[in-house]
């Protein structure tokens, strides 16, 4: 069994940054992809970023590419999510999901471990 906590989230203004990170406990981590998802109020969870266990290979949703980055500490069984110029479209409930592989995946059903999420409210 793996646990999952997401920290960072918060309010801030258009154009600021936030880092969210996850950690996560139960297993080594070093041996499974993990990603960040969000939930806006009526919407669908949808993919943001995903990273393979070993950190080499990562990959954005559209929306988010070029202003996020998604990275891992594998030592510290411990993933982040730095978000740069934040637009309102932003506001979400950010996860954090651990799948039972090494290949990083796009898709909400191949994630088996999922955090609380946490809140992040972007003002114009």
């Known amino acids: 069994q793996v646990q999952v906590g997401e920290s960072g989230g918060g309010l801030v203004q258009a154009k600021g940054s936030l880092r969210l990170s996850c950690a996560a406990s139960g297993r080594t981590l070093g041996l499974y992809a993990m990603g960040w998802f969000r939930q806006a109020p009526g919407k669908e969870r949808e993919f943001v970023a995903t990273?393979?266990?070993?950190?080499?290979?990562?990959y954005y949703a559209d929306s988010v590419k070029g202003r996020f980055t998604i990275s891992r500490d594998n030592g510290k069984n411990t993933m982040y999510l730095q978000m740069n110029s934040l637009k309102p479209e932003d506001t979400a409930v950010y996860y954090c999901a651990v799948r039972s592989g090494s290949t990083p995946r796009t898709t909400v059903r191949d994630y088996d471990y999922w955090g609380q999420g946490t809140q992040v409210t972007v003002s114009s």
């Open positions: 990273i393979s266990s070993s950190g080499r290979s990562t």
